[in-house]
């Protein structure tokens, strides 16, 4: 995607989304022990536990923040889609948003520009970024100590609703604003106020979601109800 160009900015913190992977099997649902990466040495000894499973099923943290990037999908902003996705400590979701403009403000009749020569009709002094949408569209009483995933790192009005929430970690996926002065700021109070924050590089390049796959199943009979989306396949293509 190209408004994610320039990512490369924050190299030193990069992480390979590594630094969960143990508790992130842990948080699963269901029984998840011994389901570790799949390949090689980690498998021996399982014995018939997990037989025949899938292993291109997407980890959480590909999934998490493949739902951040799906939901910006819903942004009209001609330039920059960015999307969020809250998730509590049990790996559920808790919230989701996107950029847009506030609730009643029609879309049609608000300035869409970034720059202009007259600020009231450029759009940064109106859209509701995605951070603050998704921890206000919360369907729980709180967000206290959540993590939150990014398309792009929050900027300093974001890292406010971030740090007064009670969010404790931000995993984003692009830092192309590194240098600019709001991006400073944000990373100068959530220092202080000991938000962790850091990029998370999907393990899948592409995720693809093909609406039209059921069609080519072998296990099309078995789905009774043509709306059904459960054998809908995501994967790498
Ligand atoms: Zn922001």
Same mark, same amino acid.
């Given at each position: %995607?190209d408004?994610?160009?320039?990512r490369?900015?924050?190299?030193?913190?990069?992480?390979?989304?590594g630094?969960?992977?143990g508790?992130?099997?842990?948080?699963?649902?269901? +029984?998840?022990?011994?389901e570790?990466?799949?390949?090689?040495?980690?498998r021996?000894?399982?014995g018939?536990?997990?037989k025949?499973?899938?292993?291109?099923?997407?980890e959480?943290?590909?999934?998490?923040?493949?739902?951040?990037?799906?939901?910006?999908?819903?942004?009209?902003d001609?330039?920059?889609?960015?999307g969020?996705?809250?998730?509590?400590?049990?790996?559920k979701?808790?919230?989701?948003?996107y950029n847009? %403009?506030?609730?009643?403000?029609?879309?049609d009749? %608000?300035p869409?520009?970034r720059?202009?020569?007259n600020v009231?009709?450029?759009?940064?002094?109106?859209?509701?970024?995605?951070?603050?949408?998704?921890?206000?569209n919360?369907?729980?009483?709180?967000?206290?100590?959540? +993590?939150?995933?990014?398309?792009l790192?929050p900027?300093n009005?974001?890292?406010?609703?971030?740090?007064q929430?009670g969010?404790?970690?931000?995993?984003?996926?692009?830092?192309?604003?590194?240098?600019k002065p709001?991006?400073?700021?944000?990373?100068?109070?959530?220092?202080?106020?000991g938000?962790?924050?850091? *990029?998370?590089?999907?393990?899948?390049?592409?995720?693809?979601?093909?609406?039209?796959?059921?069609?080519? *199943?072998?296990?099309?009979?078995?789905?009774t109800n043509? +709306?059904?989306?459960?054998?809908?396949?995501?994967?790498?293509s």
């Amino acid at each position: %995607m190209d408004r994610l160009k320039g990512r490369g900015k924050g190299v030193g913190r990069r992480e390979r989304g590594g630094g969960r992977e143990g508790e992130e099997e842990k948080g699963g649902r269901g +029984s998840r022990k011994g389901e570790r990466g799949g390949e090689g040495e980690g498998r021996k000894g399982l014995g018939v536990r997990g037989k025949g499973k899938r292993q291109d099923y997407l980890e959480w943290p590909d999934y998490f923040m493949a739902i951040a990037f799906l939901s910006a999908q819903r942004s009209k902003d001609p330039k920059t889609q960015v999307g969020a996705c809250i998730v509590n400590e049990e790996k559920k979701i808790v919230g989701i948003g996107y950029n847009g %403009m506030p609730v009643g403000c029609d879309d049609d009749l %608000m300035p869409w520009n970034r720059e202009g020569e007259n600020v009231l009709e450029t759009k940064r002094l109106y859209v509701c970024h995605a951070e603050l949408n998704a921890v206000l569209n919360k369907n729980s009483a709180d967000v206290k100590n959540c +993590s939150i995933y990014v398309a792009l790192f929050p900027c300093n009005e974001c890292a406010k609703v971030v740090i007064q929430s009670g969010i404790k970690e931000v995993i984003y996926y692009s830092d192309k604003y590194h240098d600019k002065p709001e991006f400073k700021a944000s990373r100068r109070m959530m220092d202080l106020a000991g938000v962790k924050y850091r *990029q998370y590089i999907p393990k899948k390049k592409k995720i693809v979601i093909d609406f039209s796959v059921i069609e080519r *199943q072998d296990s099309l009979q078995e789905v009774t109800n043509g +709306s059904t989306m459960e054998n809908l396949k995501i994967g790498d293509s």
